[in-house]
């Protein structure tokens, strides 16, 4: 029985991607320091499965010696555990650079030391972001209700050259980098996915981070809320579990084949799948069957970008994925779960 470490394990992507690795078999290893809303409440829906293949260590990325115990024990690691809001990053960029970078580059020298221990060390998967490509400088035309792209027809790939904006996008395009090198000149194996939105049951959205599930949220509750910018701006979705499978599809192919190791690929719903902010106000005033969502505009926030679409052709074509779930079908779980007793205390 193989043994997954997943740090941020209690988070939005953690938690969906612990149960679907236990369901699978693997003992799962969550490392978590909680400090995400939602966390705890995370934490409880895991053990609440009683699965005896679970085990949850309450920890700190910085923690360089707990994590290289885990990291021994592991098969594979799913690295999310991160500060994930530009906006906290702004306002505090050590502690956004310490738990990104310094997290990521703890997490590679647990793996790189392993070795001294066996013989293979465990595949990593690390989640980057879009926001390392900052404002690309391509041109963009404006419907009533969105910006697009007019010469990127198939969206951004990871040819685009990167150019960091915001602390966050600094703190994880280094960790990304780092990621990268460390199979480059280590020969670790690893991933990096750098993802356009992700959205889905279990995420616990704020105004800063995760605002699919913050304004459905809002909507359900009949609460205002504030749009940053003039609500045209787009972006591809995913639904959480399509995400997941392209993690499970990475390490299964890591393990029978070299050729991705080191490799980057852009991840998000692509083409088929994107919204902008105005058109998804529209699909909440349908399902909450309020025609009168609340809500004002605000300026635009730092960093932020008018279009980003993935193009998602390299991880088609490498690892025969594409997304399932289309955004109808990925906002109804979502409300699904919003309206679950499970969320309403929230
Ligand atoms: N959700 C998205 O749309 C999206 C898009 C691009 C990249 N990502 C990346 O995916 C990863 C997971 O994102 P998410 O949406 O699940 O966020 P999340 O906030 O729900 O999960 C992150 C988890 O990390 C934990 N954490 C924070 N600081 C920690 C620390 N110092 N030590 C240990 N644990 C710590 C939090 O408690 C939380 O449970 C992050 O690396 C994020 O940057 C997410």
Known sequence: MATILITGGAGFIGSNTAEYFLNKGWRVIVFDNFSREGALRNRLWLESFDAPRLKIVEG???????????????DAVIHLAAQV??????????HDFEVNALGTLNILEAIRRAAQYRRATPPLIFMSTNKVYGNIDTPIALTPTRYYFTRLRSGISEKTQLDFHSPYGCSKGAADQYVRD???????????????????????????????????????????????GDGKQVRDVLYVSDLIRAFDAALKYIKC????????????????????LLEFIEILRKKTQNPSVAYSFAEWRPGDQKVYVSDITKLKKTL??????????????????????ECTEH
Do not use: H, M
């Open 85 to 94: 809001a530009v906006t906290t990053s702004v306002e505090n960029p050590l």
């Open 60 to 74: 700190d990325i910085r923690d360089f010696t707990t994590l290289r115990a885990l990291v021994r024990r592991a």
């Open 320 to 341: 025969g994925w594409k997304p399932f779930i289309s955004v109808e079908a990925g906002i109804d779980r979502l409300f699904n779960w919003l309206r679950s007793a």
């Open 182 to 228: 460390y199979a480059r000149i280590y020969g670790l194996k690893t991933v990096v996915f750098r993802s356009s939105c992700i959205y889905g049951a279990r995420q616990f959205g704020t105004e800063d981070q995760g605002w699919v599930a913050y304004l459905a949220r809002k909507a359900l509750l009949g609460e205002a809320f504030t749009v940053y």
């Open 257 to 276: 084949s070299k050729y991705i190791s080191g490799e980057i690929f852009n991840i998000g719903g692509g083409l088929e799948n994107t919204l902008s």
